[in-house]
C-alpha cells in the first residue's frame, strides 16, 4: 500500500477509535509512521493515566494490527 494511503486509511481507524478515549477526558493525535510503526500523541486524561499502555497496546494497536496486517508492526507513544 502507498505510504499516503496508508497513512489516510490510518487516520480513519483512529478517529473512530477516538471516541472511546474522549468518553474518559482522554485524546490522541496522529503524529507519523515511519519504519512500519504509528505513532501517536497522548492528550487531555491520558497524559500519566495508568491505564494508558493497556489502552493503546492493547485496543489501538490490536484494532490496527489486525486491520494493516501487511504494513504495520505497532504503535508507539509519543510525548
Known amino acids: 500500500m502507498e505510504k499516503n494511503n496508508l497513512e489516510k486509511e490510518v487516520k480513519q481507524v483512529l478517529e473512530q477509535l477516538r471516541m472511546y478515549v474522549t468518553q474518559d477526558g482522554g485524546d490522541m493525535e496522529f503524529v507519523a509512521i515511519k ?11 491520558c497524559v500519566g493515566c495508568s491505564m494508558t499502555e493497556l489502552t493503546f497496546k ?22
Open 35 to 45: 519504519n512500519r510503526l504509528v505513532y501517536i500523541r497522548l492528550k487531555g486524561n
Open 58 to 79: 492493547e485496543g489501538i494497536e490490536t484494532v490496527l494490527l489486525e486491520e494493516f496486517p501487511y504494513e504495520l508492526d505497532g504503535v508507539e507513544l509519543v510525548m
